[in-house]
């Protein structure tokens, strides 16, 4: 299967142009995933949460909304403001802040679970190094980690971020973290089939959605279609593995 990455896409115009950029950002489905919202019912989340590439705050908001103290970081300042209008308006205190994720390994701030709805798979595959170490800087012992991200056993081959495979998870996160369990769960979008074909492939810019792959596409009630993602949960080792 190819692989990409969307460290190229302009995440900061597609959240200030909003609908009329067209299909281009299928994560935004105006609520949580349901995903996460089961794992926050059944007390998957404790102390201070970090929603780490947050986006429009959905997930970060239903969070607070049940007790926790969330912090919530997105590199897009359009889409930080959108998240705080929508925890004002509906008196919910959440943390967001503007920030590049990596600037928060020196913050100083410790968070006992964090939330990765998305966002790891975005980065280009030689800063997974980075981002394990970002995890370190910001995680004591006993941490939390709840990752989600496309599969390459499990996500059909359309434009989107790159796959990883569940091997692939292991030999990332293993080192440092006791990796609790890799299972498939899903993924749901606010794009329809015929929609998420006229995307623009991050991986070679061009309006190139394999269709074979999206005729047998799970769908949800709206018809948006809905896709099988690792959910990946560790806990963070006092020491690294040798």
């Not at 794992?39 to 997930?59: K, S, Y």
């Not at 679970?113 to 800063?127: I, K, N, Y």
């Not at 796959?163 to 998870?169: C, T």
């Not at 009630?221 to 896709?227: F, H, K, P, T």
Request: charged share 25%; net charge negative.
């Amino acid at each position: 299967m190819t692989t990409g990455s969307t460290e190229k896409i302009p995440f900061e115009k597609l959240y200030q142009d909003g609908e009329k950029m067209g299909p281009l950002m299928p994560w935004n489905i105006g609520g949580p995933q349901p995903a996460i919202r089961a794992i926050c019912d059944d007390g998957g989340f404790r102390g201070h949460v970090l929603d780490l590439g947050c986006g429009l705050g959905d997930n970060a908001l239903y969070l607070a909304a049940k007790g926790l103290e969330v912090s919530a970081v997105d590199i897009s300042e359009v889409a930080v403001e959108t998240g705080r209008k929508k925890a004002d308006l509906h008196g919910v205190k959440v943390d967001f802040r503007v920030a590049d994720a990596f600037s928060l390994a020196t913050a100083g701030t410790k968070y006992d679970v964090v939330l990765d709805s998305a966002f790891f798979h975005t980065l280009p595959v030689e800063e997974a190094p980075r981002y394990t170490e970002l995890l370190r800087s910001i995680c004591d012992s006993g941490a939390e980690l709840h990752l989600f991200t496309f599969a390459k056993e499990l996500t059909p081959d359309y434009p989107g971020p790159r796959r990883y495979s569940e091997p692939e998870l292991r030999a990332i996160f293993s080192p440092e973290w006791d990796i609790r369990t890799i299972e498939a769960t899903r993924y749901h979008s606010s794009l329809p089939p015929e929609a998420v074909a006229k995307m623009v492939d991050p991986r070679t810019f061009e309006v190139d959605a394999p269709s074979v792959n999206l005729d047998e596409q799970m769908v949800d009630e709206a018809g948006n279609v809905v896709s099988k993602i690792w959910h990946l949960h560790a806990v963070l080792r006092s020491e690294p593995q040798s």
